[in-house]
Structures are given as C-alpha cells and as structure tokens.
C-alpha cells in the first residue's frame, strides 16, 4: 500500500501550537516596510507616530475582524460601510434627546439587527451572500440618509459627547481606547473562532458545506451567527467612528473602507473560498495597508500612487497564497 | 462518415479495426486499473464491455477518450499509433463518448451544445446561426430526434439528452462511438429508439462500443463481447457464443461463489434496529420494506440508479419519503435533517467521499472532531489538545496511515481518507451505521481492513446497512443480501443463498419479486 510522506510516529504531544506559516509573507513585507520607511524617514518609528496609526487602523481592524467571518464561510459582506453610516446617524439622533447610554444601545443595536437580518436571508432564505449584502449596502444607505435627512447630525449634549469622544479618541493611561477595543474584539474573535464549536462550524462550512450539512451542523444557524458577527463589529466600528468625529455621519462608512477591510483579509492570507483563514491573518492585512499608506504619506507620495500601491499589494497577496498553496 | 456513401466501398483498403488497444496498463496509487489489456472494435460492429464494478470497464474507456494517460501500452486508431494528451486531440482522431451523467450545457439550446467548442462563424467572426441551426436541424433528423434545436437542453428529458449527445458526436464525425450505460436512466421506448440508432451507425461503419450491466438488452444487439476481469481481459467472444450463465461466470469469476462464514447466531436474534415499513419516494424507490437488526449486516445491493442511496438519504433524514415509516428501536422516527438523524443514533457514511464525506482541506483531527465538536469544549472553549489526542486514537484503532493527524485529509489516499470518513463516524456511537459504497475507489489492502472494522462494529451489536455494487464485496460481508432494481426490492438472499449468479439475475431481470 503505497501513501504519502514518511512512515507515522504518532507523538501523543505534537500539540503544541505551531506558526501558521501564512503569516510568514505578509509579516515579512511589515518587517521590510519598517526598516525602509525607518531609514528614509525619521519621523516612522517615534511612539507618536505608531500611536496615530494604531488609532486611525483601529475602525479598520474591527471591520475587517468582522468581514473574516463572512469570508471563512465562504462569503462576504458588503454591507458593512452602511452598516457604520447606520450606527453613526442613529446614535447621534437617539443622543440628541436621550443621551449617550440609549444612544450606544440602540445605535450598535440597529447595525446588529441589519447583521442578523442579512443572516436570516443567507441562512434560512438561501440568497446569496453578495445579492443579499448588496442590497442591504443600499437599503442601510439609503435609511441612514433618511433618518439624518441627508445632512450630519451636529450639536450633541455634553457630558455625552465627551464620553462619546472618549471611545473614538480617549486615553487610559498611555494607551488609546480605540486601539484597546480594537485588540479586545480581536482576541476575542480570535477565541470564538479557534475555541468554540460554531467556529469551527464557520471553517467546515467554508471548507465544504456539503460535509457541513452531513456532519449534522445546522448551516443555517451557524450563517446567522457569521453575519451578526460581521454586523456587530461593523456597527461598534461606526460607533468608535463617529466618537471619533462627535456627530452623526450619513456618510461616514460610504467611502473605501468596505472595500479596505476585504482586501486586509484577502492580503492577510485568508482564502475567498472559505475554509482557511484567521483574524491572526486579517491583523497583519489591515497593519500592511495602515504602514504602507502612513509610510508613504511621510515619504510625500501623493494619495493617487497610494492608491495604486494598495491595490497591487492585493493582488500581490493573493497570487502569494495561491503560489504557497499549490506547492 | 457521410451518410450517402457506401461504407463498404469507404472501407476498401483500410484496416478493418478502428480501434485497437494492445497492452494497456494503468495504475492509480495503490491500485492497478488496467493490469495489461488487449481490446479492438472493428468498423461498422456494435462490441459490448462487460465487467463488474471496479473492473476496469471506467478506466479503460478514460485512457481511450484521452481523460488518463495509459502507463504502459498502445492505442492504435484506424491501424495508426496515437497519443492522446488530451479529450480534445481524442475528439479530433474520431473517439466520441457518451458518459453516463449528461455532459450538456442545460441553459443552452439543442443547436448550441451540438456546436459547442466549434461554432459556425460569418461575418466577422461572429456565431452564423442559421448555419448552426440548419445543421443541427439536419443531423438531428438523422437521428429522428423531432424537437427544434432552439429547444433549451434543460426541458429535455434524460432519452432526448442521449439524442442530442449522438448528434454531437455525429457532428465531430465520430468514427468510434462508446457508449457508457446508455439505458441507465431511460424509458423502455426511449432504449428501443436508442438501440434502432446504434444499429444505424454501426451500418454507417462506425465502430460502437457499448458498456451495460443489462445483460438481456445486450445479447440481441451486440457482435461481440470482452468481459474485465479485475483490470484484465477475461476474453472476448461472438456474442452468439455466449448464454447469460456463461457471462454471469465470466464477470464474477468462479473462484467468488466461495460462501461466506455467517456470523454466531446468537446475534440474529436479536431484536430489529432499524426498520422500514413501506417507504415510496416518487421516482426513486416505491414500497420499501425491511428490518435490519442489532448485529447484522444487511447489503442493498442494484445497479447504478436503482434508488438505494435515495433510501438511504432518507433514513438519515437528509431526504423526505412521500410515504411509510422509519423505527429505530421500535420507535418511529421522522427525522428533519442530519442533526436530528445524528442525535437519534443513526450515521451515514456516504458515497461521495470528498462531496460529502470529509473536507479535503481540512486537517484529519478536525474532520473527525466535526460530528461531535461539543465533546471537546473544557473551561477555556474548545482543546485542540482533546480533538488530537482523540485522533489519534482513532488512527491506531483503524489503522489510518498518515504521519499524524494535523496533516490535510486531502493528502491521503482513497483508502485512508475513506478511514478518516468511518473515524468520523465511529466517533459518534451511533448504533445504526448506513454505509453507501463503502470501499469505491479503495485499494484492495485498505478494503479488507474495511471489511473487518463493518464487521467488529456488527459484533459489538450495532445495526449495518451497506449499498454496495461490488459483488465480490457482497458476498464477503453481507448476512442478508437485498437485491433493488428500479426502486423496488426484488430479491431477498440471506446465508447459504447468498450467490452471485443468483444477485447479478436480481438486480438485472428482477425475476424474483
């Protein structure tokens, strides 16, 4: 009988955790932007400069923590810029009457809630992820433009607007909220995804969702759960967001970082396809594009050559992981 | 092949065998497919292949339509030597196949897929289609295949799509036809209507080769026979040299109606498991009854579509019967879905392995951990630790070769991945195991370890139903063999009357009922 590698020697340890070995590329091109960019610039490698990076990649970081749920099954979620704008004018509206603890409530509450409508869709109703998020991408606009009537949402009470502040740009300590919340969920997502059952579930689906099915997971459940998730941590993202700029912004998630929180998770390393993958990964995509663009913004390279690098970067990526997994 | 010209007249001063094949080898890992054959179909002759399940007959037909490259061996077309490295370069020299699942566009129209690959262009380069049109029209007269060719494939049925297929080949001028279970999924007018076509062509002087399990649709449309035998040639024959008992002998090989050891029967009387009363699904089996009890293994055995994985995809709740009744433990049961059927004690292993068995990409720990992840989970959420060591269990319990269980399930072989499969399963307790093919594509090693570890679980007083259209396979684990023709069970065989002549009559006449 012939099979492949050597002959087994079952280690009854062998447990201990091992380097995924997709974060070799990804983390080599972070180490070599930071030794170019510290030698070309002086102003790189100072506290306050990471510190500036780490906040403004923070909303980044969250989105795209989410959007790796949607990927490892498989799938994607396009609505999650609305999804901000949602949570942004909503908060901001409650705030105005009602101040800062029922405007956090039903503000994340209302991006939640568009997070497990859009899992219901995918999940119990069978449309596809991208029909059904590119139509809530434009219901979830659309509605965040007519709550605010199409104009931000300014003039917020104090003292909420200051804790309002405080989530998108306090400090405990030395340490930037932003950044703290950020790495929270990240950890977070990260034990939900390699310690839990639906976690797991989340990669066999992606995997092969027939054997899901055989296996006796519920599919449908476990889909629900994934576009919550994404929904959720789009909708703290919008939140820390709009502290960030203390009003409510009908327009605050419409630019590209929709479409910069898919492509963190597809420089990361984690497959479209679904099944490989991790937030570890997404973590590194979204440092690549947050030091490349700080780097080259002190190096004055304009913002339109930026835009070309990233863009090659994603496809760079993409073509690394499928060289390594071809090997 | 114009169909005008005499083809006695074509064929003056060629060689009269179109295709000739001379000692063709092919293994797979762990497998040897083809252990040195000689074939050749002469023109204008209609030459059955007969053999019985992983006997070659698939293989061999691969190599000729250019899908696999033979290792050792020549292919001789029309008396020259070829190469084929590709379907495309086999197409080109003539070979046409018809496979058993369709290989037509469905969204595409009759006239479209028989152009496929080589439209008719015009002006400019674009597709000329009153020329596609007035030409499909005219080779599906040929053929007496009456819809328009604008027709949509998808609105055929199973006969008009084997039509259409022909037209395709007859279009790319086909001189060596090969038919895989052209009746499998057809109407009995339908199969008339195909056989009249077939006799047409080979008076055509094209070259036909025909592989059925059909044994009575054969004998009065074919020339000559070649039976495989385990990847080699058992011999080939006039078909009016051979009676069915002859060929019956042939395919199985008598050395295999040796009968089996039944297990101590203390175990067969044990109380029933799993029973079926009168289950019907519409087109797919009708009337269903049996039991299996506690420590038997009970083999449904039929040919390709009889409806034996439809009825075990419903016993595990994956499919709904219209009608009847499912007790596991004397206890009806109705279940919703694979959770439910997982939780009421049943599992299946199915056919399709990488399909719906396990996650190629996915490490050999995680596809056994899958079924029952909530085991796992200690204070601080799931432990990998746990998943591995469970694992690798498992691995020594069975016998899966991998250096250890982190290593993708898609690495293995098919006997080793179809280990991990039953790994999966085991792991779950279930008392009724349904097995759907349980050692297809599994080299001969790996499926004796099969067969020991189906017939451990029987011991320890689980409840086994096999499908199987193995034979030999059959006769060496069933207890009780159930024969299936067409959705209905037609045959009953149980120890001593176990016997393949008697199986292969069953399943191919349906006499017995």
């Known amino acids: 009988m012939k099979y492949k590698g050597t002959l087994p020697t079952l280690s009854t340890r062998g447990a201990a955790s091992r380097i995924d070995p997709a974060l070799f590329g990804p983390g080599l091109a972070l180490l070599g932007m930071f030794v170019v960019y510290s030698l070309s610039s002086p102003h790189f490698l100072t506290t306050q400069n990471i510190t500036n990076v780490l906040v403004q990649s923070s909303p980044l970081l969250i989105l795209a923590t989410g959007q790796t749920f949607a990927l490892l099954m498989g799938g994607l979620d396009l609505s999650q810029g609305s999804i901000m704008s949602l949570v942004s004018v909503v908060t901001a509206t409650v705030m105005l009457n009602y101040g800062i603890a029922p405007a956090a409530i039903v503000g994340i509450g209302s991006g939640i809630l568009v997070g497990v409508l859009n899992g219901v869709l995918i999940g119990r109703a069978r449309i596809q992820p991208f029909i059904v998020t590119l139509g809530m991408l434009y219901m979830i606009a659309g509605a965040a433009l007519v709550i605010s009537g199409g104009s931000t949402v300014f003039g917020l009470p104090r003292p909420d607007v200051d804790i309002f502040f405080w989530f998108g740009g306090g400090f405990i300590g030395p340490l930037p909220v932003p950044v703290l919340i950020a790495a929270l969920l990240l950890g977070v997502a990260y034990l939900v995804l390699t310690r839990t059952p639906i976690g797991r579930h989340v990669y066999a689906i992606g995997g092969n969702e027939q054997v899901a099915i055989m296996s006796g997971i519920d599919v449908g459940r476990t889909k629900i759960f994934i576009y919550a998730v994404s929904g959720t941590f789009a909708a703290i993202s919008g939140f820390m967001l709009s502290g960030r700029v203390i009003s409510g912004q009908p327009l605050l998630g419409s630019g590209d970082l929709l479409l910069q929180s898919i492509g963190a998770v597809i420089i990361g390393g984690t497959s479209i396809f679904g099944g490989s993958g991790g937030v570890l990964r997404t973590l590194l995509g979204v440092l690549v594009i947050a030091f490349m663009v700080n780097g080259l913004n002190l190096l004055a390279i304009s913002t339109f050559t930026q835009q070309v690098i990233v863009g090659a970067i994603i496809i760079l990526s993409a073509w690394a992981n499928a060289l390594r997994r071809s090997r | ?513």
Not at chain 2, 178 to 204: G, K, N, W, Y
Not at chain 2, 305 to 316: D, K, S
Not at chain 2, 370 to 390: D, Y
Not at chain 2, 419 to 444: M, N
């Open chain 2, 1 to 513: 092949m114009s169909a005008s010209s005499d083809p006695l007249a074509e064929h003056a001063g060629q060689v009269r065998e179109i295709l000739s094949v001379a000692g063709l080898r092919k293994t797979f890992p762990g497998v040897i497919a083809l252990g040195g054959v000689d074939f050749d179909v002469r023109r204008g002759e209609v030459h059955a292949l007969l053999g019985a399940n992983g006997a070659g007959k698939s293989t061999l037909i691969k190599v000729i339509a250019g899908l696999y490259r033979p290792d050792v061996g020549e292919i001789y077309i029309d008396g020259e030597l070829v190469d084929f490295a590709t379907t495309t370069d086999a197409m080109q020299s003539g070979v046409s196949v018809i496979y058993q699942d369709s290989a037509l566009v469905p969204q595409l129209s009759i006239a479209e897929n028989i152009f496929l690959g080589s439209e008719k262009r015009g002006a400019l380069g674009l597709v000329d289609w009153a020329a596609t049109h007035a030409a499909a029209r005219q080779l599906c007269d040929r053929i007496g295949a009456l819809f328009p060719t604008t027709t949509l494939v998808s609105e055929l049925g199973p006969g008009q799509r084997q039509l259409v297929e022909i037209a395709k080949a007859l279009r790319s001028e086909a001189k060596l036809l090969i038919l895989d279970e052209p009746t499998a999924s057809l109407s009995h007018s339908e199969s008339e209507r195909l056989f009249q076509l077939v006799r047409e062509l080979a008076a055509a002087g094209v070259g036909i080769v025909y592989v059925s399990h059909r044994l009575d649709e054969i004998a009065p449309l074919v020339d000559r026979v070649t039976v495989l035998r385990d990847g080699l040639s058992a011999g080939t024959f006039p078909a009016n040299a051979l009676d069915r008992a002859r060929i019956v002998s042939l395919i199985t090989g008598q050395e295999r109606h040796s009968v089996r050891i039944a297990r101590s029967p203390s175990t067969k009387a044990a109380g029933a498991l799993l029973e079926v009363r009168g289950l019907s699904r519409a087109g797919e089996y009708e009337d269903v009854s049996f039991v299996v009890r506690s420590g038997e293994v009970v083999v449904l055995t039929g040919l390709v579509g009889a409806g034996r994985t439809e009825l075990l995809e419903t016993i595990f709740g994956v499919r709904t019967a219209d009608r009847g009744e499912i007790k596991i433990d004397g206890k009806p049961v109705s279940f919703r879905n694979a959770r439910e059927a997982i939780a009421g004690g049943v599992a299946l292993i199915p056919e399709d392995r990488r399909g719906q068995g396990i996650s190629i990409t996915m490490s050999i720990f995680e596809n056994i951990a899958l079924p029952i992840l909530s085991r796992f989970v200690g204070s601080f959420g799931l432990r990998k630790r746990l998943q591995i060591a469970h694992a690798e269990t498992m691995i020594r319990l069975i016998n899966i070769r991998t250096p250890g269980p982190r290593v993708a399930a898609g690495a293995l072989s098919g006997g080793n991945q179809q280990k991990v499969v039953l790994a999966k399963w085991l792991s779950t307790d279930s008392r009724v195991l349904l097995f759907d093919e349980p050692t297809q594509g599994v080299d001969v090693g790996a499926k004796d370890e099969i067969y020991g570890l189906i017939d451990q679980l029987a011991a320890e007083g689980r409840a086994i139903l096999v499908v199987s259209s193995d034979l030999e396979e059959v006769l060496a684990i069933a207890d009780r063999v159930l024969a299936m023709r067409a959705g209905i069970i037609v045959g009953e065989f149980i120890g001593q009357a176990i016997s393949a002549s008697r199986i292969l009559d069953a399943i191919t006449h349906g006499s017995e009922r």
